[in-house]
Nanobody, 123 residues
Framework: QVQLVESGGGSVQAGGSLRLSCARSGYTYSPYCMAWFRQGPGKEREGVAYITSGGTTGYAASVKGRFTISQDNAKNTLYLQMDSLKPEDTAMYYC?????????????????WGQGTQVTVSS
């Protein structure tokens, strides 16, 4: 049973920073991919960043240069460092995991999800 638990969300002013964490457990397979998605009020869930088992990363255009995805395999934890936050970054942020590296920004292709952590950026 794969479990993903996010933490680190909160409220911050524009220009500030937050670091999200996703603790994972119950993995029975390798390799795997991990990602962060977000869903703002009245919006569809969208991909933010991903990292493959080989360490390849990818970012949505809206966050590239401001957000950094990383993972600590020893701690079984995925991170998302978010800098220069903007009000439009306000959303529920979700951690996701799957085995393949196909269509990594498409939410429907991901198998496992966390419960989400709220990020609110005020102007």
């Amino acid at each position: 049973q794969v479990q993903l638990v996010e933490s680190g969300g909160g409220s911050v002013q524009a220009g500030g920073s937050l670091r999200l964490s996703c603790a994972r457990s119950g993995y029975t397979y390798s390799p795997y991919c991990m990602a962060w998605f977000r869903q703002g009020p009245g919006k569809e869930r969208e991909g933010v960043a991903y990292i493959t088992s080989g360490g390849t990363t990818g970012y949505a255009a809206s966050v590239k240069g401001r957000f950094t995805i990383s993972q600590d395999n020893a701690k079984n934890t995925l991170y998302l460092q978010m800098d220069s936050l903007k009000p439009e970054d306000t959303a529920m942020y979700y951690c996701a995991a799957k085995r393949d590296a196909w269509r990594l920004f498409l939410p429907e292709t991901w198998d496992h999800w966390g419960q989400g952590t709220q990020v609110t950026v005020s102007s």
